[in-house]
């Protein structure tokens, strides 16, 4: 099924900047549609960003679209976000997904903590 | 967006008991083409990720257990689970992966009665 470890969260200001990495084993990562979701404290997950396998297709939800910019470095079977222009709303915990099924989300990893705090 | 919403909202069952979850969509994710409604069920137990149980509305991720089912089409969804066990407390969302952006439930906080 394959493993996938996040790095990268912790606190910021708002206005800040933040660069999420997923490293990526056990599965055939390069050929992979990849996904970030994120759950705000108590709530549901939502999803934010996806990526083709070769990086070429990238989609965005509007909450998120011209701050956050997905990548992949298929060498390195590392997954990014960078994080521009943080509000407090962007406040959650980051997981990366590998894409199952058209769409769906497994495995995903542990998760990484953002809080965007004064 | 596609709107999903979950009843009810919390559930408490005994042990060795039928629990059952509704979903319900705001548009149809049955596709004609292929004949496949683009749902899926998740559990999110304590502190943990969620972990995919159902895809395709009715199919078992691999090593979920039978208990475990899904049905329905078009905009009305249930998972059941057959013989509540301990390990099954949780919360399980349902998600559409129909349209982007692909959207999830409220969450339906499955609780031992």
């Known amino acids: 099924e394959g493993q996938l470890v996040e790095s990268g969260g912790g606190v910021v200001q708002p206005g800040g900047s933040l660069r999420l990495s997923c490293a990526a084993s056990?599965?055939?990562?390069?050929?992979?549609?990849m996904h970030w979701v994120r759950q705000a404290p108590g709530k549901g997950p939502a999803w934010i960003a996806r990526i083709s396998g070769d990086g070429s297709v990238r989609g965005y939800a509007d909450s998120v679209k011209g701050r956050f910019t997905i990548s992949r470095d298929n060498v390195k079977n590392t997954l990014y976000l960078q994080m521009n222009s943080l509000g407090v709303d962007d406040t959650a915990m980051y997981y990366c997904?590998?894409?199952?099924?058209?769409?769906?989300?497994?495995?995903w990893g542990q998760g990484t903590l953002v809080t965007v705090s004064s | 967006d596609v709107v999903m919403t979950q009843t009810p909202d919390s559930l408490a069952v005994s042990l060795g008991e039928r629990a059952t979850i509704n979903c319900k969509s705001s548009q149809s994710l049955l596709y004609s083409f292929n004949n496949k409604n683009y749902l899926a069920w998740y559990q999110q137990r304590p502190g943990q990720p969620p972990k995919l149980l159902i895809y395709?509305?009715?199919t078992r991720e691999s090593g979920v257990p039978d208990r475990f089912s899904g049905s329905g089409s078009e905009t009305d969804f249930t998972l059941t689970i057959s013989s509540l066990q301990a390990e099954d407390v949780a919360v399980y969302y349902c998600q559409q992966y129909s349209d982007i952006p692909y959207t999830f439930g409220q969450g339906t906080k499955l609780e031992i009665k």
């Open positions: 997904a590998r894409d199952r099924v058209s769409g769906t989300y497994g495995p």
């Open positions: 056990g599965f055939g990562f390069s050929t992979s549609y």
């Open positions: 395709w509305a009715s």
